[in-house]
């Protein structure tokens, strides 16, 4: 037996079916004469030729005819029918062989070509990532190795025909090759002209005589040219593509536009669009435009203008209050009636009663028109359904964490009455526990409604992250220098929500040995317990910071490094800390907690320079201590209770919400150091949906405000140590760290050698050169950077992610870091008595010895230097931020304009008036030239200079 073929390149497929039903309404008379006139035979096992991709058992599977069966024409029919309709092959062709035994079916079949390769010529407006998104976007179903069929060839020329004409190309023409690759193979060849670049020219609107062309002009956020917003000559520099599929959508923004400012009827008619030739100049090459441009006109019919005469409600019957469902609306009778608005009040209508378990809601407005006063009354008619109450919360994902952990930390419970907001909190909640991808209620959580018992079945769709973190950590940054180390963290110890972590750094500046563990519900109760035991040592020199990061010293020369505070600080002690979710304080907005710590350390402190080591050794923060004990044996004991409150959507890298930290830490029960230094900070993101080419929020704005204070009690001021140091990658990340603070003069005694005016020194004893020669104590003030007692930090970012891993920042930083309560720079009676009884001058030698020198009382507290406290600084500029996966922390790449900068050139300022300076040289000729020598020398002014602009590189975060 044979049949006749009708293969796809020779016909279509409507012949095709016209001549298989008139085939087989011919051979069924025949066959079933056949089978009538002769004795059925039963069938041999099938074989099957010309197949080479598709086994042999693929193409037996699809038959009705087995071996033993007896041969029916009517169920060989069905085996062709069955093939072919697989599309899988070109020809089909069931031949029938006779035996004495048996009947043979012999299977010719001809596969369809499959794509070897696909090219695309002459497209340079769009790569060809782009191109297979869109095909995949469009379920084309045309890829290398996929089956050869010319309707999705057809099908991909047009997706790539609409690909090209929303970039610019509306004339582009798309001409497929198809060469064969023997023996079953095609190469495709897309083969593209994409013709003139064509994008939106004037803009113009006939029938708007109250709305202007520029606010309706506005309104078309896919067409409308990028500009200057809100400015008149600026607005519209460079025109956009012209798609004309997103015409429509800009058409009933406009529409909408009207409906805003309360032209209610407002109507908009099918835009007329005009091709012309570019013309005019470039503003970017200043040369003549080339391509095409098309011109939109736009007709509407505005109508009256509308007030809003009130809304009423129907139909609520669970809800009798209608003061509070009109308060779920922000516009107010009498304004004129604004469409957004409106909807806005509908969706918070919806979600109040998504709150009290009605999640079939369902408010329908009829808008009433009263002519005569030209007010819209709108009856919002409400279909309330019934409760629903939460039968079963499901989870799915979560193959280490246990679902107790992940139920404690939902708002929502079986058997309570259904409410999104608590849905929609308890996912953010579990988004901050950084357990699991970010999770969003509308795409990983499925609800399952049984209307007849009004009951809902949750499940939650999670994918855990890796709850072990072991590997390499280390970077560069201002504080720390170079850095490596080996860290072990678990964040979710055994599935049960456990914090474990060992961390050991060590580097240039820096040494960090840490153990912490965190048990966030103990006894099964909301109540976190953590200990951590430390030691460690910090070399906090800024200038031999950024050396080591860059090779090269850093915006500051060796004079201004004698005015920072230069000094290593070795720390060992242990930390307690617990902590409880208030649930019922802003519930519905996010997630609050209150914590206490206690942190006892033992530090002691070495200082680098002469300024650091006056000031560290006189400041009255120890009492009954002075001078270079007071540095040895400092032990805090620090008492801190915390506040909290977190709506952000993600623990790392967050996209939208808020957060609030507010803690006081109290140094003084124990110890020797007692001080108080509250500190409060507030940051809050954006997700920019409104951006055109940002629609999905992808890009991120951002801002944090930081606050904080220190003072010392009970007759102490608070540690050097402990004061408030800005500058850096942490807060301005323009000016090298800690350098962004006050300055303090200290008094200082200097012994200066009396010199003749030749230049020799004048000895003691002339007779022996050893006793060396006659110096002269002098009272000088020196400049040191001590920090301040207050700092108020601003940030903001606006965040574009790159790729996976990779962000890009613009960036604004300000800082003012000052000493808001001068008696925090008091020296302790030591510390004054040690610099005011000394006897200063020299005014008469004899044999070598001093005589005639004086006491000096020096003011106490220590003076700030004038034009360096309230000193405002910020930097501007761009970062590029870098996830590190070995590091596991950010890699930074900033430039920074600093535009507000301390740039000035301070006095030297004399223990003593001129005259008194001068009492204090001998009246000769050496003591004359010394003093002139001395004035030059301590005379001459200081010379502050901030950085204008930094380049850095750094592993840290800002905020």
């Known amino acids: 037996m044979s049949r006749p073929v009708c293969t796809r390149s020779s016909c279509s497929r409507i012949a095709y079916a016209v001549l298989l039903t008139v085939f087989a309404f011919a051979m069924v008379p025949s066959l079933r004469a056949q089978a009538v006139g002769s004795e059925a035979q039963p069938l041999c096992q099938p074989q099957v030729v010309g197949n080479r991709r598709i086994p042999k058992e693929s193409v037996l599977a699809r038959l009705f005819s087995h071996q033993g069966d007896l041969y029916d024409p009517q169920v060989v029919e069905r085996d062709f029918n069955s093939l072919w309709n ?3 092959f070109d020809d089909v062709r069931i031949e029938r062989v006779d035996s004495p035994k048996c009947v043979q079916l012999v299977i010719y079949v001809r596969e369809k070509p499959t794509i070897r390769e696909i090219n695309y010529k002459g497209i340079s407006t769009v790569s060809q990532s782009d191109i297979m998104d869109a095909l995949k976007k469009a379920k084309v179903g045309l890829s ?15 997706v790539l025909k609409e690909l090209l004409s929303a970039h610019g190309h509306q004339f582009a023409t798309v001409k497929e090759e198809i060469k064969t690759i023997p023996p079953a193979a095609v190469s495709v060849t897309f083969t593209v002209k994409e013709g003139p670049t064509v994008k939106v020219g004037k803009i113009a609107f006939d029938g708007n005589n109250n709305v202007p062309d520029r606010t309706l002009r506005s309104a078309m956020k896919n067409l409308k040219p990028i500009g200057i917003p809100h400015s008149i000559i600026l607005e519209n520099l460079f025109a956009r593509t012209f ?16 409906r805003d400012r309360g032209y209610f009827k407002a109507l908009t008619s099918e835009p007329t669009t005009h091709v012309r030739d570019a013309g005019g100049l470039n503003p970017l090459t200043l040369r003549p435009s080339k391509g095409k441009r098309i011109d939109i006109l736009m007709p509407v019919e505005e109508g009256d203008r509308y007030r809003l005469g009130g809304i009423t409600f129907t139909g609520n019957k669970h809800y009798t209050n209608t003061k509070a469902l009109r308060a779920q609306f922000a516009q107010k009778d009498g304004e004129f009636f604004n469409a957004t608005l409106f909807g806005k009040g509908l969706e918070q209508l919806r979600k109040a009663y998504g709150e009290g378990g009605y999640i079939n809601f369902v408010g329908t407005p009829v808008p009433r028109i009263d002519e005569a006063k030209k007010q819209i009354f709108l009856d919002i008619d409400i279909d309330e359904g019934k409760p629903f109450y939460v039968s079963r919360i499901e989870f799915q994902g979560n193959s280490i964490t246990r679902d107790k952990v992940i139920r404690r930390e939902l708002l929502l419970e079986e058997g309570q009455v259904y409410n999104s907001r608590l849905w929609e909190l308890s996912i953010m909640r579990l988004n901050q526990l950084n357990y699991f991808e970010p999770l969003k209620a509308e795409q990983d959580s499925e609800s399952r409604q049984n209307t007849d018992d009004a009951t809902v079945d949750l499940l939650l769709k999670l994918k855990e992250k890796g709850k072990n973190s072991i590997g390499l950590n280390g970077g560069i940054s201002g ?3 170079s850095f490596i180390g080996l860290n072990y963290e678990t964040n979710n110890f055994l599935g049960l929500g456990e914090t474990l ?7 240039d500046l820096s040494r960090n040995l840490t153990f912490g563990f965190t048990e966030p519900y103990f006894r099964n109760k909301p109540i976190s317990l953590g200990i951590q035991v430390f030691t460690t040592k910090y070399d906090f020199n800024p200038a031999k910071g950024y050396s080591i990061a860059s090779n090269l010293s850093q915006n500051v020369s060796s004079a201004q490094q004698s005015l920072l505070t230069n000094y290593n600080q070795a720390s060992t002690g242990m930390t307690l800390s617990v902590g409880q979710p208030l649930r019922h304080l802003f519930a519905r907005s996010g997630v609050t907690r209150v914590g206490l710590s206690y942190a006892l350390s033992r530090s002691s402190v070495t200082t680098f320079n002469d300024n650091t080591r006056n000031v560290f050794q006189t400041l009255a923060f120890r009492s009954g201590v002075q001078g270079q004990n ?5 032990i805090s004991s620090v008492l801190t209770p915390s506040f909290t409150f977190s709506s952000l959507d993600r623990a790392v890298g967050p996209h939208s919400g808020k957060d609030l930290n507010a803690a006081v830490s109290i140094a003084g029960a124990g110890g020797n150091v007692k001080y108080i230094q509250p500190i409060m900070s507030w940051r809050q993101f954006f997700p920019m949906k409104n951006l055109k080419v940002n629609k999905e929020g992808h890009n991120v704005l951002g801002y944090r405000i930081q606050v904080s204070h220190i003072s010392g009690f009970a007759g102490e001021v608070a540690p050097p140590t402990n004061r408030v140091y800005s500058g850096g990658e942490s807060d301005v990340r323009g000016f090298d760290v800690r350098s962004a603070s006050p300055y303090t003069f200290i008094p200082n005694q200097v012994l200066f050698n009396l010199t003749n005016p030749d230049g020799n020194t004048v000895p003691r004893d002339p007779s022996n050169p050893a006793l060396g020669s006659v110096q ?27 790729v996976n891993q990779v962000t890009f920042a613009f960036f604004t930083d300000f800082n003012m870091t000052f000493d808001l309560r001068p008696d925090q720079l008091r020296q302790s009676i030591s510390g004054q008595q040690a610099i005011s009884s000394p006897m200063y001058g020299c005014p008469t030698v004899i044999n070598g010895a001093c005589f005639g020198g004086k006491q000096l009382s020096f003011p106490n507290p220590l003076q700030v230097v004038p034009g360096t406290n309230y000193v405002p600084r910020m930097s501007n500029g761009a970062e590029l931020q870098v996830i590190l996966p070995i590091v596991n922390a950010p890699f930074r790449i900033f430039y920074a304009y600093n535009s507000l900068r301390l740039y000035k050139d301070v006095p030297q300022q004399l223990a003593t008036d001129s ?18 020598q001395a004035l030059q020398l301590y005379g001459s002014p200081y010379t502050l200079r901030e950085p204008r602009k930094t380049f850095r590189l750094t592993v840290s975060t800002t905020f």
Do not use: C, H, W
């Open 86 to 88: 697989t599309g899988y």
């Open 144 to 158: 290398v190795e996929s089956q050869y069929d010319p309707t999705r060839i057809k099908r991909a020329e047009v």
């Open 243 to 258: 798609d004309s599929s997103k015409l429509d959508e800009d058409t009933e923004r406009v529409r909408q536009a009207y």
């Open 479 to 481: 504080l720390s220098g």
């Open 501 to 507: 972590s060992v961390q050991a750094n060590i580097g």
């Open 630 to 634: 007071q540095l040895n044996g400092i």
């Open 776 to 802: 002269i104590p002098l009272p000088l003030y020196r400049l040191v950077s001590i920090g301040g007692d207050t700092s108020m930090t601003a940030n903001l970012e606006y965040r574009i992610p790159i």
């Open 915 to 932: 005259a008194t300076f001068r009492s204090f040289f001998p009246d000769s000729g050496a003591g004359q030239y010394t003093y002139l």
